[in-house]
C-alpha cells in the first residue's frame, strides 16, 4: 500500500473499494460528460460523520448517496466523475485510500502500491441539492410503482421541442397511482392500487428520465419500499441511501380524457401469444423503413389476418383466431402496435375499435367484465395498399 504522507488534508478517508465504485457510479450517470458549466462534469465527495457521501448533478436531475468509511479528516471536494468512475472501477477490490491535497489541488487515491492524481474542482461551486423531507414524504411499495411506470414507459415522447410530452403525468389520490404518457401517436394509462390510503391529492409531470432512474436504481437495490416527495417543483426519491431529485415539468398536460371514445362498435379478442409472434414475424419486412410501413389488422368472422406489404422486401400474411362478427379492417404503425400488445399480462388482447381511421384501444381480458386498470390507445394509418 502506498503512505500518503500526513500533510495538511482538507479530506482524508478509506473505505471499500467495491462500495466506492458502486456509488461512484451511480453519481457518474447522472453527471453530463460535456456541461456549460464545469462543475456539473463532477462528483461531490464529502467527509464525515463516519461516512462519504457523493453527489452529482446535471441541474434538471439530481442523486446523492453514501457509504460507510474510516474518516480520518472531514471535507469536501468536486472530482471530475468520467475519470473517478473509471479509475476506481478499474481498480483491484481492497481497501482504497482517498485524500484531497488543497494546496496542490489534486485528490489523491491509492490503494496495494498504486497512486493516482486527479485534478480536483471546486466545491464551493456546486450546486444546492433537493433533500428528501420526511414530513412531507410517503412510501409505496417499490414494486408497485415500478410496475406502473413499466406500462406506460413505451408513450412518452422523445421530442424535447414538446418538453410535457416528454415526462409522465402522475396523480396519487385515495387508494391508487396512476400515471399517463402520450406522444400524440399513442396514450398509455396505468392505474395501481396502494398498501395505504393517501390523504387529499397530488398530480404532478415528472421527467420520464427520472422515473426511468428510479426504476434502475429500485431493481439494484434490494429495497421494499420508496419514499416520494412532490412540492410545486421538485420531485424526491428515496430508495434505500439514494436519494433521486429532479425539477418537475412546467405546463399543462393534455386533457387525456377526452381522447377517450366512450362507446366502442367493436370489441374483438385474440390469443395475445400468437398474435405477439406474428406481429414480429411480419414487423421483419418493415424494419428501420421511414416513414413507417403500416400492419394491417384484416377481421372477418372468428378469424384475423395480420397483412403487411412492403415495396422494398415484400408482403407477409398470417392468420389467427379471432371473436370477431364482421369484416373490419384497420392498420397501425408497426412498432406502436407491438408496444400495446406487449404490455397486455392476459391471456387474451382486447380489441375495441370503431371507425377504420379513429383510435382503437387496447386493453387486458378481464375475468368480471369490468374495466381494468391499464389501457393503451393508439391512432391508426393509412394503408397506401388498401382498397
Same mark, same amino acid.
Given at each position: 500500500m502506498v503512505v500518503i504522507e500526513k500533510g495538511v488534508a482538507e479530506l482524508r478517508v478509506v473505505c471499500n473499494k467495491e462500495d466506492l465504485a458502486g456509488k461512484v457510479a451511480l453519481a457518474a450517470r447522472i453527471a453530463p460528460v460535456r456541461s456549460t458549466h464545469q462543475v456539473h462534469e463532477g462528483i461531490l465527495v464529502e467527509a464525515g460523520g463516519g461516512e462519504v457521501s457523493l453527489a452529482a448533478t446535471d441541474i434538471e436531475l439530481s442523486i446523492r448517496t453514501a457509504l460507510a468509511a474510516d474518516v480520518e479528516e472531514e471535507g469536501r471536494v468536486l472530482i471530475p466523475a468520467r475519470i473517478f468512475n473509471d479509475i476506481v472501477r478499474s481498480l483491484p477490490e481492497g481497501?482504497?485510500? /482517498?485524500?484531497?491535497? +488543497? +494546496?496542490?489541488?489534486?485528490?489523491?487515491?491509492?490503494?496495494?502500491? =498504486?497512486?493516482?492524481?486527479?485534478?480536483?474542482?471546486?466545491?464551493?461551486? &456546486?450546486?444546492? /441539492?433537493?433533500?428528501?423531507?420526511?414530513?412531507?414524504?410517503?412510501?409505496?411499495?417499490? =414494486?408497485? /410503482?415500478?410496475e406502473t411506470v413499466d406500462k406506460v414507459s413505451r408513450s412518452y415522447s422523445r421530442d424535447e421541442t414538446r418538453p410535457v410530452l416528454t415526462g409522465v403525468l402522475i396523480n396519487f389520490e385515495d387508494s391508487r397511482v396512476r400515471m399517463v404518457t402520450t406522444d400524440s401517436y399513442r396514450l398509455s394509462i396505468k392505474e395501481t392500487p396502494l398498501e395505504n390510503e393517501f390523504e387529499g391529492s397530488i398530480e404532478a409531470i415528472v421527467p420520464a428520465r427520472a422515473l426511468q432512474e428510479v426504476k434502475r436504481i429500485y431493481g439494484g437495490s434490494g429495497e421494499e419500499g420508496i419514499q416520494v416527495s412532490l412540492t410545486e417543483n421538485q420531485a424526491v426519491f428515496g430508495i434505500g441511501d439514494v436519494v433521486l431529485g429532479t425539477n418537475l415539468i412546467a405546463g399543462s398536460f393534455p386533457e387525456y380524457r377526452r381522447l377517450l371514445p366512450e362507446v366502442f362498435e367493436r370489441?374483438?379478442?385474440?390469443?395475445?401469444?400468437?398474435? /405477439?409472434?406474428?406481429?414480429?414475424?411480419? +414487423?421483419? &419486412?418493415?424494419?428501420?423503413?421511414?416513414?413507417?410501413?403500416?400492419?394491417s389488422l384484416a377481421f372477418s368472422r372468428g378469424e384475423l389476418e395480420v397483412m403487411v406489404r412492403s415495396q422494398e422486401l415484400g408482403e407477409a400474411r398470417e392468420r389467427l383466431s379471432a371473436s370477431s362478427d364482421d369484416e373490419f379492417t384497420i392498420s397501425f404503425n408497426p412498432e406502436y402496435l407491438l408496444d400495446g400488445v406487449s404490455l397486455v399480462d392476459s391471456e387474451n388482447v382486447i380489441f375495441k375499435f370503431n371507425e377504420s381511421l379513429k383510435p382503437g384501444m387496447i386493453v387486458p381480458e378481464s375475468e368480471d367484465g369490468e374495466e381494468g386498470d391499464f389501457l393503451y390507445l393508439i391512432m391508426p394509418m393509412r394503408d397506401p395498399y388498401r382498397s
Amino acid at each position: 500500500m502506498v503512505v500518503i504522507e500526513k500533510g495538511v488534508a482538507e479530506l482524508r478517508v478509506v473505505c471499500n473499494k467495491e462500495d466506492l465504485a458502486g456509488k461512484v457510479a451511480l453519481a457518474a450517470r447522472i453527471a453530463p460528460v460535456r456541461s456549460t458549466h464545469q462543475v456539473h462534469e463532477g462528483i461531490l465527495v464529502e467527509a464525515g460523520g463516519g461516512e462519504v457521501s457523493l453527489a452529482a448533478t446535471d441541474i434538471e436531475l439530481s442523486i446523492r448517496t453514501a457509504l460507510a468509511a474510516d474518516v480520518e479528516e472531514e471535507g469536501r471536494v468536486l472530482i471530475p466523475a468520467r475519470i473517478f468512475n473509471d479509475i476506481v472501477r478499474s481498480l483491484p477490490e481492497g481497501r482504497i485510500e /482517498l485524500e484531497h491535497d +488543497s +494546496s496542490a489541488g489534486v485528490i489523491r487515491l491509492a490503494t496495494r502500491g =498504486n497512486e493516482y492524481k486527479i485534478r480536483a474542482f471546486a466545491a464551493e461551486e &456546486f450546486s444546492e /441539492l433537493p433533500e428528501l423531507n420526511p414530513e412531507r414524504s410517503f412510501t409505496l411499495a417499490g =414494486n408497485a /410503482l415500478i410496475e406502473t411506470v413499466d406500462k406506460v414507459s413505451r408513450s412518452y415522447s422523445r421530442d424535447e421541442t414538446r418538453p410535457v410530452l416528454t415526462g409522465v403525468l402522475i396523480n396519487f389520490e385515495d387508494s391508487r397511482v396512476r400515471m399517463v404518457t402520450t406522444d400524440s401517436y399513442r396514450l398509455s394509462i396505468k392505474e395501481t392500487p396502494l398498501e395505504n390510503e393517501f390523504e387529499g391529492s397530488i398530480e404532478a409531470i415528472v421527467p420520464a428520465r427520472a422515473l426511468q432512474e428510479v426504476k434502475r436504481i429500485y431493481g439494484g437495490s434490494g429495497e421494499e419500499g420508496i419514499q416520494v416527495s412532490l412540492t410545486e417543483n421538485q420531485a424526491v426519491f428515496g430508495i434505500g441511501d439514494v436519494v433521486l431529485g429532479t425539477n418537475l415539468i412546467a405546463g399543462s398536460f393534455p386533457e387525456y380524457r377526452r381522447l377517450l371514445p366512450e362507446v366502442f362498435e367493436r370489441e374483438i379478442s385474440v390469443p395475445r401469444r400468437e398474435l /405477439l409472434e406474428t406481429l414480429r414475424r411480419v +414487423s421483419l &419486412f418493415v424494419q428501420r423503413q421511414n416513414p413507417p410501413v403500416p400492419v394491417s389488422l384484416a377481421f372477418s368472422r372468428g378469424e384475423l389476418e395480420v397483412m403487411v406489404r412492403s415495396q422494398e422486401l415484400g408482403e407477409a400474411r398470417e392468420r389467427l383466431s379471432a371473436s370477431s362478427d364482421d369484416e373490419f379492417t384497420i392498420s397501425f404503425n408497426p412498432e406502436y402496435l407491438l408496444d400495446g400488445v406487449s404490455l397486455v399480462d392476459s391471456e387474451n388482447v382486447i380489441f375495441k375499435f370503431n371507425e377504420s381511421l379513429k383510435p382503437g384501444m387496447i386493453v387486458p381480458e378481464s375475468e368480471d367484465g369490468e374495466e381494468g386498470d391499464f389501457l393503451y390507445l393508439i391512432m391508426p394509418m393509412r394503408d397506401p395498399y388498401r382498397s
